[in-house]
Nanobody, 121 residues
């Protein structure tokens, strides 16, 4: 059973930073990638950043490049999303998920419960 648990969300002012964490069960490492996705109110879920479970290769959506950084700890059991220079449009529920890679939401089978990020003054 694959389990993922997100933490680290909260309220931050524009220009501020947050670091999200995703604790994954060992079985999650059998998948190719772990990704961060987000869903803003009234919008569909979208991919934000993805990292390979076996190596360190990462991919980002254009709107977060140079502001967000995805990484993992030495065991690979925790994946982080460092978010800097946050903007109001980054407000969303952030989820982590395991899957084959890429940003196609439907291809990701296992999801965490999500953590709320609110960027507001």
């Amino acid at each position: 059973q694959v389990q993922l648990v997100e933490s680290g969300g909260g309220l931050v002012q524009p220009g501020g930073s947050l670091r999200l964490s995703c604790a994954v069960s060992r079985s999650a490492l059998d998948y190719y990638a772990i990704g961060w996705f987000r869903q803003a109110p009234g919008k569909g879920r979208e991919g934000v950043a993805i990292i390979s479970t076996s190596g360190g290769g990462a991919h980002y959506r254009d709107s977060v490049k140079d502001r967000f950084t995805i990484s993992k700890d030495g065991t690979g059991n925790t994946v982080f999303l460092q978010m800097d220079n946050l903007k109001p449009e980054d407000t969303a529920i952030y989820y982590c998920a395991v899957g084959p890679g890429g940003f196609t939401v439907s291809e990701y089978q296992f999801w965490g419960q999500g953590t709320q990020v609110t960027v507001s003054s």
